[in-house]
């Protein structure tokens, strides 16, 4: 089973502040009986393979074209595996990481009883198969057993957990890894960097920090060296392609390195999207490579959200396969610092997000476009260089006028145009929204009437309610991140404000009113510096679309990624008339 509903919008909450966005259930752990009967059916399988009349048998090699800029790596998804699946690995790829089975609830569910069965048949595998292992991972909270670092009130214990868990289980594993991902995602959601470089203030509030408080990554990775000198230790988190969230990682390692904490590498991870441009991932890459340390993409996928059908067609392939270009033309520029990059699977039927179709080959083992990108990301940017342009720009004015903000909807905005918000972002196509703008020396005002005849504010996200996003780039720098002038504003149908990342500015207020049909919300947003009339802003408005607690449909004015919470690049504008 795997982490598919939960995770298909996760990245889009991490910068929000949910909680449990790369989750699923404890049930997901594969058991020894699994993967016993995957070492069984692949020493069977290899020769099968060969006389399959199989079209990847014709295709270049990836672990060959990249051999002398990084390893390239796929998952050992110990449940899944067949003959198709070795068969690629064998022709495509040098290296493998476990997806589930050396996580903590893995290899010491029992505290005291240690599983190491199912991995070791792996490490056997993989000998046989002269691919290279990837430990993930020590300390995570996640897919850990909850007698860890339970009593928060009982620091010695919690120590004495992290340290026995991390001996133990890398001590068992010693010689055999090339390195070992030793923490996962300590770095809280939509944070950045305070004033004062302090990036402990940042750490997720997770059972280790609870128990030991934020030393207990140095001591990780303390407890790591001396159970397997010679094996890479890791530090490894998704978003890094989130310049606050790059910020707070890079300030961390500097840290660890000043102080002598043995790291040695740092693991972006790569959850991705069709469509972001990869001046996010550049920026990552430039900023670790000021570090003593190496770098590894260590769990890369690229989704496409709301594909029309059940499978991609060719069009939504190119797009997809553009992003994947993207990034390996990125990668390629900083091979001098990038060891490993690894896939977070091979096929998209057996993805953790296999609903939109974020893997090099389709369910039936055929590659697809993002293949071929892959093998010759500057020969197919160049070959798709008119398929490069984004949808077009949609532009509106905001006219000039002051409303008394109350959710009441003044006289004076009769004197604003329409703006629709109807780009319909994913597959299911539910509620719009038309907006209307007025400006004045101090503030930008919206006002959203909705239609929508469920409403529905009970899930515990906030981005799940019925609710209006606003997301204003003030210079319409259209940046590949977050800039100081550029933020992100929610309202819900009952009127509950919430932000993403956002200039902070006081007087940000705004009211809902349900109405007929639907509702309406009215909002004020200051601007942080000095607009008059034909200033053009960046600017796009979102319906979510919420039913039975979860949300189901993603409206915009222009932007038709569901990126805008991490990038202004697509944004549409909005002109200040008189
Ligand atoms: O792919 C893994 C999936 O099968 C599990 O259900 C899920 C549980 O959280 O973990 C997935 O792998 C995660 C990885 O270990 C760490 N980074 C995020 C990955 C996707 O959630």
């Given at each position: 089973m795997?982490?598919?509903?939960?995770c298909?919008v996760?990245l889009?909450?991490?910068?929000?502040g949910?909680t449990?966005c790369?989750?699923?259930?404890?049930n997901?752990t594969?058991?020894?009986?699994?993967?016993?009967?995957v070492?069984e059916t692949?020493e069977?399988?290899?020769?099968?393979?060969a006389?399959t009349?199989d079209?990847t048998?014709?295709?270049?090699s990836?672990?060959?074209i990249?051999k002398?800029d990084?390893?390239i790596?796929?998952?050992?998804?110990?449940g899944?595996?067949n003959?198709k699946?070795?068969?690629?690995?064998?022709?495509q790829f040098?290296?493998?990481?476990?997806e589930n089975?050396?996580?903590p609830?893995?290899m010491?569910?029992?505290e005291?009883?240690?599983?190491?069965t199912?991995?070791?048949?792996m490490i056997?595998f993989a000998?046989e198969?002269?691919l290279?292992v990837?430990g993930h991972?020590l300390?995570w909270?996640?897919?850990?057993?909850s007698?860890?670092?339970q009593?928060?009130?009982?620091?010695?214990k919690?120590?004495?957990?992290l340290?026995?868990h991390?001996?133990?289980?890398a001590?068992?594993?010693?010689?055999?890894?090339?390195s070992?991902d030793?923490?996962n995602e300590a770095i809280?959601?939509?944070v950045?960097?305070?004033a004062?470089?302090?990036?402990t203030k940042?750490l997720?509030?997770?059972q280790w920090?609870?128990?030991?408080?934020?030393e207990?990554?140095?001591m990780?990775?303390q407890?790591?060296?001396e159970a397997?000198?010679?094996c890479k230790?890791?530090?490894?988190?998704?978003?890094?392609?989130?310049q606050?969230k790059?910020d707070?990682?890079?300030?961390?390692?500097k840290?660890?390195?000043?102080?002598g904490?043995?790291?040695d590498g740092?693991?972006?991870q790569?959850?991705?999207?069709?469509?972001?441009?990869?001046g996010g991932?550049d920026?990552?890459?430039?900023r670790?490579?000021e570090?003593d340390i190496?770098?590894?993409?260590?769990e890369?996928?690229?989704t496409y959200?709301?594909?029309?059908?059940p499978?991609?067609t060719?069009e939504?392939?190119?797009?997809q396969a553009?992003?994947?270009a993207?990034?390996?033309k990125?990668?390629k520029?900083?091979?001098?610092?990038?060891?490993r990059?690894t896939?977070?699977?091979t096929?998209?039927?057996q993805?953790w997000?296999g609903e939109?179709?974020?893997l090099l080959?389709?369910?039936?083992?055929?590659?697809?476009?993002?293949?071929y990108?892959v093998?010759?990301?500057e020969?197919?940017?160049?070959k798709?260089?008119e398929?490069?342009?984004?949808?077009?720009t949609v532009?509106?004015?905001?006219?000039y006028?002051?409303?008394?903000?109350?959710?009441?909807?003044?006289?004076?905005?009769?004197?604003?145009?329409?703006?629709?918000?109807?780009r319909q972002?994913?597959?299911?196509e539910?509620?719009t929204?038309?907006?209307?703008?007025l400006?004045?020396?101090?503030?930008?005002?919206i006002l959203?009437?909705?239609?929508d005849d469920?409403l529905d504010?009970?899930?515990?996200?906030?981005?799940e309610?019925d609710?209006?996003e606003?997301f204003v780039d003030e210079?319409n720098?259209?940046?590949?991140s977050y800039g100081?002038?550029?933020?992100?504003?929610r309202?819900?149908?009952n009127?509950?404000?919430?932000f993403?990342?956002y200039p902070?500015q006081?007087?940000v207020k705004?009211?809902?009113?349900?109405e007929d049909g639907?509702?309406r919300?009215?909002?004020?947003?200051?601007?942080t510096?000095?607009v008059t009339e034909?200033t053009?802003?960046?600017?796009d408005a979102q319906v979510n679309?919420?039913?039975d607690?979860?949300?189901i449909?993603v409206?915009?004015?222009?932007d038709?990624?569901d990126?805008?919470?991490?990038?202004?690049?697509n944004?549409?504008t909005?002109?200040l008339?008189?």
């Open positions: 795997r982490a598919k509903k939960l298909a996760a889009t909450l991490c910068m929000l949910a449990g790369q989750g699923s259930s404890k997901d594969t058991t020894s009986t699994e993967a016993t009967t070492a692949t069977a399988s290899a020769t099968d393979v006389t009349d079209a048998a014709e295709i270049p990836l672990k060959e990249y002398d990084f390893l790596g796929t998952i050992y998804a110990e899944s595996l003959e699946d070795v068969a690629l690995m064998d022709s040098n290296v493998i990481t476990p089975i050396m996580k609830e893995g010491q569910n029992v005291g009883t240690f599983t190491y199912s991995a070791d048949k056997e000998n198969h002269n290279k990837v991972n300390a909270h996640q897919q850990s057993p007698w860890m670092a009593d928060k009130n009982d620091r010695d919690a120590i004495e957990q340290k026995s991390i001996t133990n289980v001590g068992h594993y010693k010689g055999k890894l090339i070992w030793v923490v809280e959601d939509g950045s960097l305070p004062d470089g302090d990036w940042c997720r509030k997770n920090y609870n128990a030991i408080g934020p207990y990554l140095a990780a990775f407890f790591a060296r397997d000198p010679d230790l890791y530090y490894n988190d998704y978003n890094l392609e989130l606050q790059a707070v990682a890079y300030a961390m390692l840290d660890f390195l000043e102080q904490v043995p790291i740092i693991g972006i790569g959850h991705m999207q069709t469509g972001v441009p990869a991932l920026y990552a890459l430039s670790f490579s570090l190496e770098i590894s993409v260590t890369l996928d690229v959200n709301g594909a029309a059908g499978s991609l060719e939504e392939q190119v797009k553009i992003t994947y993207q990034i390996f990125t990668l520029n900083h091979s001098d610092k990038v060891e990059v896939f977070w699977g096929v998209d039927s993805s997000r939109s179709f974020p080959f389709d369910s039936l083992y055929q590659p697809k476009e993002a293949f990108a093998a010759d990301p020969g197919y940017l160049e798709h260089a398929d490069l342009g984004v949808m077009p532009e509106a004015n905001a006219t006028g002051t409303p008394t903000v109350d959710g009441e909807e003044d006289e004076i905005w009769k004197d604003a145009e329409d703006i629709k918000i109807n972002v994913m597959a299911w539910g509620a929204g038309t907006a209307k703008a400006w004045d020396e101090n503030n930008l005002y959203v009437h909705v239609k469920a504010a009970t899930a515990e996200n906030a981005y309610h609710s209006i606003l210079d720098g259209k940046t590949a100081a002038d550029d933020g992100q504003y309202i819900d149908v009127g509950e404000i919430t993403g990342t902070g006081d007087g705004g009211f809902a009113v349900k639907g509702y919300i009215e909002m004020v947003i200051p601007f510096a000095p034909n053009v802003i960046g600017f679309d919420a039913k607690g979860a949300r449909s409206a915009k004015f222009c038709s990624t990126n805008s919470y991490m990038t202004t690049e944004f549409g909005l002109k008339v008189k």
